[in-house]
């Protein structure tokens, strides 16, 4: 039987950490949609692409092809061939996938494979439409969000625990906030809580705290499938 949950929010909400943990708690493969944004993203910055440049962004997709495998539960991101995942989270790639991820040839793209996942396995799928546009019929949907301050001091946290180049402060919130505000107000399936979707704000909440309650929304709706 098909099962799934969708948990959309806003960047540096803990999307990726929450559905990791609901997954294995659920049985489920987390699906990280993002990751495929950030794949499609490293294809035009090699390219050599500016984001604005539609027209050669939206040509560009014809050869592009994104795989995703599964190595012992880590989804990997396949790039024509190539396995780019540890190149996937740097704040250029981040940017980048925002910025092209308006277009809608991109977003037509993947959300056929993301649809696909969805009807083979059960599935934990975080993104941003998932719940409004990828998988209307899901069956728990989660909105998952945080201040603004919140997401910038875990980013600034996150980049200094890994010993990357940390931006200051500032920049970090300011990137949150220009990046929440493309993702949206794009034309094509923007990011929004879904009507039927259950918000939780974790500015306050812990990671346990955040998976105990999503578990009991997953949980109960499991038993009604
Ligand atoms: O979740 P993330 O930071 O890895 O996503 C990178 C960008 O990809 C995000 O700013 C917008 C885009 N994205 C999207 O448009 N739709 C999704 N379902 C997932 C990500």
Redesign the pocket.
């Known amino acids: 039987m098909n099962y799934s949950i969708a948990i959309d929010g806003p960047?540096g909400a803990g999307?990726?950490t929450i559905a990791k943990l609901i997954a294995k708690k659920m049985d489920c493969i987390y699906v990280?949609?993002?990751?495929m944004?950030?794949a499609m993203a490293v294809y035009f910055l090699r390219q050599g692409f500016d984001a604005s440049w539609e027209d050669k962004i939206t040509a560009a997709c014809e050869d592009i092809n994104v795989e995703i495998q599964y190595v012992d539960g880590e989804q990997q991101v396949i790039l024509n061939g190539e396995n780019i995942t540890g190149m996937l989270r740097t704040e250029e790639v981040?940017k980048m996938?925002?910025a092209s991820?308006v277009y809608p040839a991109v977003?037509l793209k993947l959300v056929e494979l993301q649809r696909k996942l969805a009807k083979e396995n059960r599935v934990v799928m975080d993104?941003?439409?998932?719940g409004t546009y990828?998988l209307p019929d899901a069956e728990v949907k989660i909105y998952l969000t945080a201040s603004v301050d919140e997401r910038a001091n875990r980013r600034y946290k996150e980049l200094k625990e890994k010993g990357q180049a940390v931006p200051d402060y500032e920049t970090i919130k300011k990137d949150i906030a220009e990046?929440d505000y493309r993702?949206m107000n794009r034309d094509f399936a923007p990011l929004k809580q879904a009507d039927d979707a259950v918000l939780i704000d974790c500015s306050d909440m812990s990671i346990e705290e955040v998976v105990d309650t999503i578990s009991a929304i997953a949980t109960a709706r499991d038993k009604d499938v």
Do not use: F, L, M, Q
């Open positions: 960047a999307k990726s990280d949609t993002g990751a944004y950030r981040g996938a925002s991820s977003r993104g941003r439409d998932i990828v990046r993702d």
